[in-house]
């Protein structure tokens, strides 16, 4: 886990409003991803980008949610209008090539979103 | 769609036993991942395998990749207390992109 860092760890949001999650890659880590993980169940690959690019959004949800990795900054998870089935743990990886391999995915320790 | 299966959902054992736990797969893969997750904590990564057959050890972990390539099996052996967690299976997700499947994961209890 040490290097991807995620902020923030701990976000509580009404119905409504808007989250914003960030993630730092690992240093020189070119790769990212966001995961869900809902109360008693496994990771779900959500959107994978490089630098400027989406290369893979087929598990994010049609509306509400995008994700950005711009040049330069962390990667954000943004989610308008949180609704309570919104409230999760929401990961970050990131790796320094194609991640394949898996052992080159790094995992940050996640921040949980909690939608009251 | 691709399902990865763990089973047990969880597990109650005294410290100093061995633990076995499974994960199967609707779908052929060609890598299995074993990750442990702890509590307010992301998911490390144990053991990686690439090859069906591949038996591989970490410690006092070991795993193997299934020979039909669509099974997976860990095994701890003497657990002790710091073995908590929940221990998830992952695979590459299909479609050839990037990313990982994860399974709903085995929760591993230790009572003293």
């Known amino acids: 886990n040490a290097g991807v860092m995620q902020n923030p760890r701990h976000l509580v949001r009404r119905r409504g409003q808007e989250a914003r999650l960030r993630c730092s890659p690992m240093?020189?880590?070119?790769?990212v991803y966001w995961y869900r993980q809902l109360p008693e169940e496994g990771l779900k690959f959500m959107v994978y980008?490089?630098?400027?690019?989406?290369?893979?959004e087929s598990g994010m949800p049609k509306e509400r949610f995008s994700a950005e990795f711009p040049k330069e900054g962390p990667s954000i998870l943004r989610i308008q209008q949180v609704v309570r089935g919104d409230s999760a743990a929401y990961f970050c990886?990131?790796?320094?090539?194609?991640?394949?391999?898996?052992?080159?995915?790094?995992f940050g320790e996640g921040s949980w979103l909690t939608v009251v | 769609g691709q399902q990865l299966n763990q089973s047990p959902q969880s597990m109650f054992i005294q410290e100093g036993e061995d633990v076995s736990m499974n994960c199967t797969s609707s779908?052929?893969?060609?890598?299995w991942l074993w990750y442990k997750q702890e509590p307010g904590e992301g998911p490390v990564l144990l053991i990686a395998l690439y090859k069906a057959g591949e038996l591989t050890s970490n410690g006092r972990l070991t795993a193997q990749f299934g020979i039909t390539r669509k099974d997976s099996f860990l095994n701890i052996s003497a657990s002790i207390p710091s073995d908590v967690g929940i221990y998830f299976c992952?695979?590459?997700?299909?479609?050839?992109?990037?990313?990982?499947?994860f399974g709903k994961g085995t929760h591993l209890i230790i009572q003293p």
């Open positions: 980008l490089q630098k400027e690019n989406i290369i893979d």
């Open positions: 240093k020189g880590h070119s790769h």
């Open positions: 990886a990131s790796s320094p090539r194609t991640g394949r391999a898996g052992n080159t995915i790094y």
């Open positions: 779908s052929i893969f060609n890598t």
């Open positions: 992952a695979g590459p997700k299909e479609g050839g992109a990037d990313g990982l499947t």
